[in-house]
């Protein structure tokens, strides 16, 4: 029976055959290391693409200045909320007292009808702080983790993404004024309260 190979080979091709047998299966076996999330909110940021955020001039800015921010606020809102137009110029007052010293980043998420709509609100608003682009896949997964259900409303979230402030009704203030308590709280800042009148709001 004649041998598959010329003899003086056959110790070659049976080393070759050793060192596959050794390195094969284990590259085969090692999945390709995926790069670890830099900074904080790794687990929110895998529902962002590059392009997700906006600053309030409408330009595309890198997820980074979510991710080097420890406490994250969402803020739904609408231009034609009327509860909103009180609440929004109260809340950009909050945040261009505290943003440049407090760890934090307001992000906001429109409840317009439209994307033009939700840049005339940015612009008229002189909103301060970072936006959701209108329609962006990012929002219903935002909305499904905060179990958002209406405007003007105001979360607070960890480094962790954990959900650590809320709208609560308790002492007379804005409902959604709590989670700006809360994070004045674990900041050792005077607290500040706000009450809001609802009756007194006349919607035009």
């Given amino acids: 029976m004649p041998l598959p190979f010329p003899l003086p080979f056959r110790p070659l091709f049976a080393a070759l055959a050793v060192l596959l047998a050794l390195h094969l299966p284990l590259a085969a076996q090692t999945p390709a290391p995926k790069p670890a999330p830099a900074g904080f909110h790794a687990e929110l940021l895998k529902d962002f693409k590059a392009n997700s955020l906006l600053n ?3 330009s595309p800015v890198p997820l980074k200045r979510i991710a080097d921010k420890k406490h994250l606020f969402f803020y739904f809102s609408g231009k034609y909320c009327a509860p909103c137009k009180i609440f929004t110029p109260k809340l950009i007052e909050f945040y261009k007292k505290h943003a440049k010293t407090g760890n934090f980043e307001i992000v906001f998420i429109s409840e317009d009808p439209d994307a033009n709509t ?22 219903a997964k935002i909305k499904a983790r905060l179990q958002q259900k209406g405007f003007p409303m105001l979360f607070l979230l960890d480094e962790n993404d954990e959900l650590i402030a809320k709208p609560e009704l308790g002492d007379g203030d804005h409902v959604s004024w709590n989670p700006v ?5 674990a900041n050792n800042l005077p607290v500040t309260h706000w009450k809001f009148d609802y009756k007194a709001l006349q919607v035009h």
């Fill in 181 to 185: 308590k809360v994070w004045q709280k």
């Fill in 118 to 139: 939700m840049r005339q609100y940015m612009s008229e608003a002189s909103m301060p702080w970072l936006a959701v682009r209108f329609g962006d896949p990012a929002v």
């Fill in 56 to 58: 309030g001039y409408g």
